[in-house]
T-cell receptor, first 115, second 114 residues
């Protein structure tokens, strides 16, 4: 079953604009990871944020995590046409030894960046 | 290339046939996961291996599905008596036992059952 819900489901912007995607989840987590998926391809890991972290940066990416609201956001600054893809958040449950670190994914946000 | 490798990338099969997918994880990653992804959805967990031991199976993994990792390196996912509902992308991922929680995915194997 899907834990996370991404919002919006689709986002269309112009090159150079910022793109913000949100993710909500339901259970206690160990960490939250964001992935990108180009059409028909595998998942590319973007960034991981631990449950005790509130914000993390990587290049043009900024991720925030609010465990009290069970939500996260991914900001892509100065977007490029090459950023066009589906973006997924995935949570690793904090279920002790039985979780094995497996990820539960949301349905994703489809980002289209127009040149 | 030291990423997760999956084979074949695409498979078209007739309903009722058996198919097998292979996954070669990143070297020295002893944790291996299989996921399934249908169009417009996020990936869904199928099963998890730690070395050669299959430690967790999702309820999505019906008795027509079997996964193995005989020597704790590569893994196979077999689907017997395929059904049209099995059409999906099957993703393999791996992670080291120590050194981080990041899970690395392969390019996936597309299955179309006709």
């Amino acid at each position: 079953s899907q834990q996370g819900e991404e919002d919006p489901q689709a986002l269309s912007i112009q090159e150079g604009e910022n793109a913000t995607m949100n993710c909500s989840y339901k259970t206690s987590i160990n960490n939250l990871q964001w992935y990108r998926q180009n059409s028909g391809r595998g998942l590319v890991h973007l960034i991981l944020i631990r449950s005790n972290e509130r914000e993390k940066h990587s290049g043009r990416l900024r991720v925030t995590l609010d465990t009290s609201k069970k939500s996260s956001s991914l900001l892509i600054t100065a977007s490029r046409a090459a950023d066009t893809a589906s973006y997924f958040c995935a949570t690793a449950d904090n279920a002790g030894g039985t979780s094995y670190g497996k990820l539960t994914f949301g349905q994703g946000t489809i980002l289209t960046v127009h040149p | 290339d030291t990423g997760v490798s999956q084979d074949p990338r695409h498979k078209i099969t007739k309903r009722g046939q058996n198919v097998t997918f292979r996954c070669d994880p990143i070297s020295e990653h002893n944790r291996l996961y299989w996921y399934r992804q249908t169009l417009g959805q996020g990936p869904e967990f199928l099963t998890y291996f730690q070395n050669e031991a299959q430690l967790e199976k999702s309820r999505l993994l019906s008795d027509r599905f079997s996964a193995e990792r005989p020597k704790g390196s590569f893994s196979t996912l077999e689907i017997q008596r395929t059904e049209q509902g099995d059409s999906a992308m099957y993703l393999c991922a791996s992670r080291p036992f120590v050194g981080g929680n990041t899970i690395y995915f392969g390019e996936g194997s597309w299955l179309t059952v006709v």
